[in-house]
């Protein structure tokens, strides 16, 4: 058994020094090394007052090193654990769990910083932020900019839009929509995007015009000025 032991050791080393020789073209594991025993992660900080949550990317930098293939079902290929000072631990890791880096990362992770927004603080010693502020920055709720305007007549809400390359959009989960649009009764059209946190990202209006029923299709008349077309007619009617 220690033989065995000896000689994933050894196995992971010979990876472990594979991958630090370069990024290169991603390449799978031999046979030998995918018989090395999966380590299971564990929390190097577990139980440190200090520590404020976890970040754990299952793929990630390291896998260019062994292709994303040799990381399913493994080992993360990268830990972050944050610390309620704003510290950054980084450790990378090969599938089989050998470490091939850990650093202190030179940028801390101050109040409201976006480098909060991935950490799992059910991981850090204080999950309710009974005795820390929850550093993650406040998200504005979406409001009805145009309420109480006779002109208008509905709201389309898109909480992740396809193909939006501002944000991960992964990131507006319980966040602020990504993008509202507002409809107006003569045809024009108000699209705005937004952050994760309710930031303005892009505003834009469109002149009037005739619409197509379909183009009215999702628009939710309900936060417009004539909900029950007691004085318009019901735009999606042909």
Request: with cysteine.
């Amino acid at each position: 058994m220690m033989k065995h032991l000896q000689m994933i050791l050894l196995i992971g080393s010979l990876v472990c020094l594979t991958g630090l020789a370069g990024c290169q073209a991603p390449r799978k594991l031999s046979s030998r090394e995918q018989k090395a025993v999966r380590v299971a992660w564990h929390n190097a900080y577990q139980g440190d007052p200090s520590l404020a949550g976890v970040e754990i990317n299952q793929y990630f930098d390291a896998t260019c090193r062994f292709g994303l293939d040799a990381y399913r079902s493994a080992h993360p290929a990268q830990v972050k654990y944050y610390f309620w000072d704003g510290r950054i631990r980084t450790c990378q890791y090969a599938p089989n769990g050998v470490i091939l880096e850990r650093s202190w990362n030179k940028e801390k992770a101050t109040p409201g910083s976006p480098l909060w927004d991935f950490v799992d603080f059910g991981l850090g010693s204080d999950p309710q932020f009974k005795t820390h502020a929850d550093p993650r920055r406040k998200v504005q709720q979406w409001r009805n900019l145009h309420a109480g305007d006779p002109t208008l007549a509905g709201i389309r809400i898109m909480q992740k839009t396809e193909g939006c390359a501002y944000e991960d959009k992964s990131r507006f989960d319980h966040r602020h929509p990504s993008l509202i649009e507002y409809y107006f009764w003569d045809g024009r059209e108000r699209s705005m995007f937004f952050t994760p946190y309710g930031d303005v990202r892009s505003d834009s209006l469109s002149g009037s015009r005739k619409r197509s029923p379909e183009e009215w299709q999702g628009v939710d008349f309900s936060y417009g000025s004539d909900p029950q077309f007691n004085k318009h007619k019901d735009p999606r009617i042909q």
